[in-house]
């Protein structure tokens, strides 16, 4: 359980911050970098619950946002340090296999696409496919730190996964009376 004293510690106020392991980083680094873009994607989703979304979606989506958290935890301590070692990722294999049963349940009752979809719709179907655009800046974002440091593939593959899931559940929570614009070539 995590216990905050103080909200407060007033090292951001020279561009700085503490990484999981308490090592000190620019803000500006790819770590945090990568980490602001998984909270953001978390706050998308959080903003699509407040939406009403309905269910089963409601419980998944609060279930990624808190695969989200144990990504942001993972991300926040670098490979290399010794707290990493110690540790094993909070991420599994089964929360992937979770994200492929769900896209598999969806395939299902979804039809085949005969075009690309506009964002828009409903506002929660517009938001959903914000939170999909988002998570593939968080997976490009994680890419990059990749390019320097060790990161493991399980990450990758979840956001990956997870934005391919983000875009099916805007399809099929689509209104009927309010759907996404179909795009219209030249």
Known sequence: MVHLDSITTKTGDAGRTRLGDGTEVSKTDLRIESL???????????LCNAQGVCEPYFSWLRQIQNDLFDLGADVSVPSQSDASKKRTPRLKPERVQQLDDWLEELHQQLPAL??????????????????????????????????TEKVSQQMRVYLNRLSDLLFQIARITEEPENPAPLWKPG
Not at 36 to 46: A, K, P, R, W
Not at 121 to 147: I, M, P, Q, Y
Request: with cysteine; charged share 20%; hydrophobic share 40%.
């Open 114 to 147: 005969s075009s690309f979809i506009l964002p828009g719709g409903s506002l929660c179907t517009a938001t959903l496919h914000l939170a999909r655009s988002v998570c593939r800046r968080a997976e490009r974002d994680l890419l990059r730190l990749t390019e």
């Open 36 to 46: 602001g873009s998984i909270d953001e994607l978390n706050c998308l989703l959080g």
